[in-house]
């Protein structure tokens, strides 16, 4: 699941070299916390989270098929 | 990111190397001019004069973008897909086949959407440049999708007709909610309309007064 948030994190910000994902795992959920540089912030959340739930969308969509639980957290 | 920039070295293939590790990419992904040629001096060290080029890193197409993004997300999510692209008056059309995509599309296209929201995003990153818009459609999804839409469009406005009362769809994209809009804006009879807050917003079916 972390290439997934990966991949759509750095197309989006500016600053692609500060994309960094850390997946644990626990109780079959998976849990991916996506880190972007302060000033990407705005890139991946959006308006009203408008582009953060876009996101989970995609990455819901990939999980349902390996029958995974996944969250992300964008800190 | 850097795009532009000069360098120095004894001759110009030095002086690309040096041009290529500095802005980090492949040979193929620049275009240089040549600003001094390296002239040998007299005795090989009295009047050298180094070479001088202009490396810029050209500019990708935002369509190939947009593929190459898409292309990474489904190669993440190991599935077979190939993307077939159209190219309209004011849009591009991605047409994505492949086995099983139905996960691509999700509950009323949901899933659809959002891939179609990252990837304009994606594509459209270098605000320099015009925006333009492209659409994802799976194994044609969304001309059948609109076919529904205009048979339950049509289906209600008789019902509307019938009994007098109004109906209230069920909450739709603003996408979807055009489709039906313009289904029955010949109608004479019938009027529609939104009602409700994004992302419930539902149209509402009436008998026009």
Do not use: W
Request: net charge positive; with cysteine; aromatic share 4%.
């Amino acid at each position: 699941m972390k290439e997934i948030v990966e991949v759509i994190a750095k197309a989006l910000v500016q600053d692609p070299e500060q994309v960094v994902v850390k997946e644990t795992e626990s109780n079959n959920i998976t849990v991916c916390e996506l880190h972007v540089a302060p000033d990407d912030m705005g890139k991946v959340i959006g308006k009203q989270g408008r582009i953060a739930k876009a996101l989970r969308t995609v990455v819901k969509a990939a999980s349902t098929r390996e029958n995974k639980k996944v969250i992300v957290e964008i800190i | 990111m850097l795009t532009v920039v000069e360098k120095t070295g004894k001759s110009i293939e030095e002086a690309l190397a040096a041009a290529l590790t500095e802005l980090n990419v492949n040979e193929d992904r620049v275009e240089y001019e040549v600003i001094d040629m390296p002239k040998k001096g007299f005795l090989g060290f009295i009047g050298n004069k180094p070479a001088k080029i202009k490396v810029s890193v050209k500019k990708v197409p935002q369509i190939d973008i947009a593929i190459k993004f898409l292309e990474d997300i489904f190669a993440a999510m190991k599935i077979v897909v190939a993307i077939e692209t159209v190219k309209n008056v004011d849009d591009y059309v991605c047409d994505l086949h492949g086995e099983d995509l139905g996960i691509l599309i999700g509950k009323h296209g949901q899933t659809l959407d959002a891939l179609q929201y990252l990837t304009n995003l994606a594509a459209n990153k270098d605000m320099s440049e015009a925006k333009i818009r492209i659409t994802l459609d799976v194994e044609n999804y969304r001309k059948r999708r609109q076919e529904t839409l205009c048979r339950l469009a049509n289906h209600l406005a008789d019902k509307v007709k019938r009994f007098g009362d109004k109906i209230v769809l069920e909450p739709m994209n603003r996408h979807e909610r055009k489709i039906i809009h313009t289904a029955l804006q010949d109608d004479r009879r019938i009027l529609t309309y939104s009602d409700g807050e994004e992302p419930y917003r539902k149209v509402v079916i009436a008998l026009k007064r």
